[in-house]
Structure formats: C-alpha cells, structure tokens
C-alpha cells in the first residue's frame, strides 16, 4: 500500500518570498510522485514529477521538488512566490501498477 | 484544441434520485479517471478505465458506477443519490494504457448538491 502525507494544511507566506511545501511518502516498492496545483474554481495540472534520474525536477511557473529516497520526501520548492501561485498543491505518488494516490492538499496563500 | 469537458458543472438533486455526470475527452486517451474532492480528504479515486468495456472500482466506489463504451466518455452514476455524495467531482485522462505514471488532464469540475 502507498500512501502521501502533506503536513501542512496552509501555507501563508508573502509575495517574493520562498516557499516549502512538504510530502512525505510511504511505499513498500519504487515510486513515481508528482505535484499537481489547483486554482481556484478549476480542475488540477500538471506542476512537475518525478519519474527516474536526476532527483532534482524542475516544472513549471518556477517551481521544483527533489526527490529524497532516504527521507522518503517529495518537497516542493520556489524561491519567490507570486499572488498568482496562491492555490492548492496536491502531491501524489504511484507505484507504477497501482492507481495514484493523492495527498489532502496544501493551500498556498500568497498576500502582498 | 485537445479537451475534457464536464457536464453539468453545478447540480442539485435530491436523496434517491438516480444521477449521472457527464465526462467527455477528445484526446483519445486511453484512461479515464473519476476522482471525488471533499474538504480534509484531497482527491478520491471513484472508478476508473483502462480502455473500452473496462472499469474497475477505486478507493470509494460505494454507491457509483461506471461505463466505458467508447474512447471518449465515461458517465458516472450514482444510483441512489446520498447527503454524503454531496461533493465536487473531477474526471481526468491519461494517454499511456494502464499506467499510472503518466500525466493526468483534469476536467473544470461539477459541484453536486444532493439535499
């Protein structure tokens, strides 16, 4: 069984400031873990993932993660957040043969 | 250009009511996916497809079925409607046959009421 923990229900933070949001995963076997952002009143895209190779993923609008096997952490990163990045951040992690499975979600919370 | 669509996008009905969402890709993908989204919970897979005449059951599939005639539809139904199915539903697909690593295409959502 795979399963994704997101620690931190919200995140403020101010405009051109850094941000984490934190992932942790549990997995018995290899996994795939993604990173998916939700705007407000829309469905979910793509930000970036992790599939093989370099650990460090680079996506998009500015954002990463990297990949941590040791920590069994997916952390998402930026280095200086917009208004517009104010949105809901969902991680998720498959084994490959199962269905993925989603984290419940960080809101990002960008204020001026 | 390449789309999902969803339909209705809001909908109230009422405890026992038989209701079906709509969920319609024109990218030709072979999985299609049903996720619910309830606060405190993320996202929830409901049923999904592999291709034509497959489904399968995901996590919370209670009280919800699924069919898959052809590439471009898969209809969720909820069978007798419940206070607890009150949720925001999304459909998705991906293009890679039975595979979960693959990026999933999210469609805009339907809020759905039941009172």
């Known amino acids: 069984a795979q399963s994704v923990t997101q620690l931190d229900s919200q995140v403020p933070v101010f405009e051109e400031a850094p941000v984490e949001l934190r992932c942790n995963y549990s997995s018995s076997v290899s996994v795939y873990l993604f990173w998916y952002v939700q705007y407000p009143n829309q469905g979910l895209q793509l930000l970036l993932k992790y599939l093989s190779g370099s650990t460090l993923v680079k996506g998009i609008n500015g954002f990463e993660a990297e990949f941590n096997k040791s920590q069994t952490s997916f952390h998402l990163r930026k280095p200086s957040v917009h208004i517009s990045d104010t949105a809901e951040y969902f991680c998720a992690v498959t084994s490959g043969y199962s269905t993925l499975t989603f984290g419940k979600g960080t809101m990002l919370l960008v204020s001026p | 250009d390449a789309e999902i669509t969803q339909s209705p996008r809001h909908k109230i009905t009422e405890t026992g009511r038989q209701v079906t969402l709509a969920c319609h890709q024109t990218?030709?993908?072979?999985?299609m996916f049903w996720y619910r989204q309830d606060l405190g919970h993320g996202l929830r897979l409901i049923h999904y497809s592999y291709g034509v005449q497959d489904t399968n059951k995901g996590e919370v599939s209670d009280g919800y079925s699924v069919s898959r005639s052809n590439t471009e539809d898969l209809p969720l139904t909820l069978e007798s409607a419940a206070s607890s199915q009150t949720s925001v539903y999304f459909c998705?697909?991906?293009?890679?046959?039975?595979?979960?690593?693959?990026?999933?295409?999210f469609g805009p959502g339907t809020r759905l009421t039941v009172l």
């Open positions: 990218w030709n993908h072979n999985n």
């Open positions: 998705a697909s991906s293009e890679l046959a039975g595979t979960s690593t693959d990026t999933q295409y």
